[in-house]
């Protein structure tokens, strides 16, 4: 609901009608009511805006209808990956919902709102390593610079709100990426639900005044902000719904129920069942587990490539030791007249990767610290994620895994050191593939540094990137723990990774077969 709707008289709510007006700065909404609708199927978005269209028809005009849409791997479409500080778990409830702080309104939380175009003939001049200062973050590996050569008006430096304390503020992000290709518009739609308003308004007023002014955010350069706002979305269960609020007692005047406890307020001490991982024996909090889940997952998927081409199957459970591979072995027979096989089949590898975090750093979580130091799960996470990609394209011979590269019936190409001649190679190995019988569609996979190449360089004016993706028909892919590069199709089966659920240091046995083109350099 936006100011003219919502306008409570006490309470931090008020602070909707001041930070609305304090954002002349901004483009601003004329909005009353915004509803922000997600789900994994365009068709349901449209349904349901569609009924509640209906149910308020006659009393409600529509100003501005937005379709946002899921860009490559979660990024915008300046090509940066969007959101990567969101908190989640009882994290993101703390840093959205309104607690005792503000009691009239708990369990609300506030929404700014903010439509971007972006001018991506200026943003695509601009060279990689320019794009990464603009923003403050590597735009593939998609980890933050360092402060001794990040820029004082990047993105990422002006965006982070720290209390007196020096502890970071958090917000959670549902930006969404926009567009018409045939109208040459680009943008985001920046949505930022807060516990307080001040969190996202600090955050506005250094990207649009500068902090200290005059510091403005450079990504404005090449983003223009067309409309935006401040909204308030109440408590959605009935119980808050109908609660009395400062001078707009609701007509039913039904009385307050006592406030819904959440799963950091203190339980009585229960048995909690055992897993394997004996993560109940380790001195962690949950919402500490759900930080260090949410980091070593991100990481892990960020620098994964071989499980967007192979067929994964699992998990089989902790008693799996092996997986099939369908063929058969001859073996002697036990007697005569007895003919005897023995049945291939391929063993599971496990693999750890120690690391100790510091329980002050676990313990800060449980005192509000939103900005833990988790670097050593993030590098216990990517090693692994090196290992498992390496294993799946170049083998593991202790383990007895034959990689795809030496499995392959395809002989390898020279990758040239010109990315401008890339393409020609890339066309040459999808023409092997289709005249070997391999139908597409295929995805290329291209080592971080190739990726980087291909990124940065144009020809006549056209990016690199853009003629290999007129050449596939599948995905371009960044694969930093590969060398050189790999093209396969991902119909069928090329190669086959199966797993137990052991944590995330279970890598597979993989089980490669020869309908895959490979090239490296010479």
Known sequence: MGPVVFR?????????????????????YPGDLLFHIRAESMDVCFELAGRILNAMAGAVTVVDEVHGFRFFDNRDLLGFVDGTENPSGPTAVSATAIGDEDPAFAGGCYVHVQKYVHDMRSWDSLSVTEQERVIGRTKLEDIELGDDVKPANSHVALNVVTDDDGAELKIVRHNMPFGEVGKSEYGTYFIGYSRAPEVTERM?????????????????????????????????????????????????GRPRRPRRRFTLDRQPERNLPMNNLYRELAPVTEAAWAEIELEATRTFKR??????????????????????????????APTDGVIAHLRASKPLVRL???????????????????????????????????????????GYAAASIEGIRSASSNRPLTLPEDPREIPDVISQALTELRLAGVDGPYSVLLAADVYTKVSETTEHGYPIREHLN??????????????????????????????????????PATTPTACSSTYRRP
């Open 204 to 252: 506005l007023h250094n990207m649009f005044l500068g902090e200290p002014p005059g510091n403005t955010d450079r990504i404005l350069d090449f983003s223009t902000a067309v409309t935006g706002g401040l909204f308030f979305s109440p408590p959605w269960t009935s119980s808050t719904i109908h609660r009395p609020c400062p001078n707009h007692r609701h007509p039913l």
């Open 470 to 507: 007129r050449l596939v028909d599948g995905d371009i892919i960044w694969a930093p723990a590969i060398d050189g590069a790999f093209v396969l199709t991902t119909r069928g089966v090329t190669s086959t990774c199966s797993w137990a659920p052991m944590s995330r240091s279970a890598i």
């Open 8 to 28: 409570p008289a006490t309470g931090e709510a008020a602070s909707v009608r001041r930070t609305a007006r304090a954002a002349a700065h901004r483009a601003g």
């Open 303 to 332: 620098h994964l490539a071989g499980r967007r081409v192979v067929d994964v199957s699992g998990p089989g459970g902790p008693a799996s030791a092996a997986v099939g591979t369908g063929r058969l072995i001859d073996v002697t």
């Open 352 to 394: 750890r990767v120690p690391f100790t975090l510091s329980r002050n750093e676990i313990d800060d979580v449980e005192r509000g610290s939103q900005d833990s130091d988790w670097d050593p799960v993030k590098a216990a996470a990517k090693k692994l994620a090196f290992v498992e990609d390496r294993t799946i394209f170049e």
